[in-house]
């Protein structure tokens, strides 16, 4: 018995090692997030602040996020989410920045969610509105404190890494991507073109079966009138043969 003891000991190590590396893991994957997770450069998108509840005894009953400073957004506007007050700040901006032909001198740097609740084993997305993104930077990062009602606050600023290991506190990043673009690498005009060629060239088909089967009416036509006259000529012969066995 003993000895199969010693056996399992090894066994049993292995298993518990391994349900300590899942616990210690599992949380990193229950951070404020953006979904989704990228947007285009220069265009305006509706992004959701992902925000599960990480705690077994308490709610979570706050959340702030802060916009980026290097890269102000000139439209920031929050989704009503029922139950939860939103505050939105706005701070002028140490240079102004143009949008549609205006120069904006203050910008949303700020928004804020409160009064609701999250209960332990639940997320809520707050979804925002915001444009025009920039067209210089592959990413945005947004700083997000979550406050429970136990007065404790997690704070999810610190900025990931390329190559680099998940940060414990990882900041929410929303991917910045060109345009989308054809399958071949070509923009949406070269679609258009291809587009137009293709019609273009369905048209001259249906053209082309048309005049076939036009000329093929015409043959057919020729060679019915062509058969008339012969089968006219036959049944003449056939008059005058027959008068003059008689005669």
């Known amino acids: 018995?003993?000895?199969?003891?010693?056996?399992?000991?090894?066994?049993?190590?292995?298993?518990?090692?391994?349900?300590?590396?899942?616990?210690?893991?599992?949380?990193?994957?229950?951070?404020?997030?953006?979904?989704?997770?990228?947007?285009?450069?220069?265009?305006?998108?509706?992004?959701?602040?992902?925000?599960?509840?990480?705690?077994?005894?308490?709610?979570?009953?706050?959340?702030?996020?802060?916009?980026?400073?290097?890269?102000?957004?000139?439209?920031?506007?929050?989704?009503?989410?029922p139950g939860w007050?939103?505050?939105?700040?706005?701070?002028?901006?140490?240079?102004?920045?143009?949008s549609h032909g205006e120069k904006i001198n203050e910008a949303v740097t700020k928004v804020t969610w409160s009064g609701g609740k999250i209960e332990p084993g639940m997320f809520q997305q707050f979804p925002v509105s915001v444009g025009q993104l920039p067209e210089d930077a592959d990413q945005m990062v947004f700083k997000a404190l979550q406050t429970y009602d136990n007065k404790e606050v997690v704070r999810w600023i610190e900025e990931p890494k390329e190559g680099a290991?998940?940060?414990?506190?990882?900041?929410?990043?929303?991917?910045?991507?060109?345009?989308?673009?054809?399958?071949?690498?070509?923009?949406?005009?070269?679609?258009?073109?291809?587009?137009?060629?293709?019609?273009?060239?369905?048209?001259?088909a249906a053209s082309d079966a048309s005049n076939d089967k036009d000329g093929s009416d015409t043959t057919a036509r020729v060679l019915g009138i062509a058969g008339i006259v012969i089968g006219a000529a036959g049944v003449a012969f056939g008059v005058v043969a027959g008068r003059r066995r008689s005669a």
């Not at 000895?3 to 300590?20: E, N």
């Not at 939103?86 to 240079?95: E, M, P, R």
């Not at 673009?181 to 273009?200: N, P, V, Y």
């Open 1 to 81: 018995m003993n000895a199969k003891r010693l056996r399992r000991l090894p066994v049993v190590g292995c298993l518990t090692a391994g349900g300590l590396v899942l616990l210690a893991a599992g949380p990193a994957f229950a951070h404020v997030s953006v979904q989704p997770g990228e947007a285009e450069k220069g265009g305006y998108s509706t992004i959701n602040f992902k925000v599960p509840n990480e705690r077994d005894d308490a709610s979570t009953v706050k959340l702030e996020v802060t916009l980026p400073s290097d890269h102000p957004l000139a439209s920031v506007m929050p989704q009503p989410v």
């Open 85 to 98: 007050d939103i505050k939105v700040t706005k701070s002028k901006l140490a240079k102004p920045v143009e």
């Open 165 to 204: 290991a998940e940060p414990e506190n990882p900041a929410p990043v929303l991917k910045l991507v060109d345009p989308a673009k054809g399958a071949d690498g070509q923009g949406a005009d070269a679609a258009s073109g291809k587009a137009k060629d293709a019609t273009a060239g369905s048209e001259a």
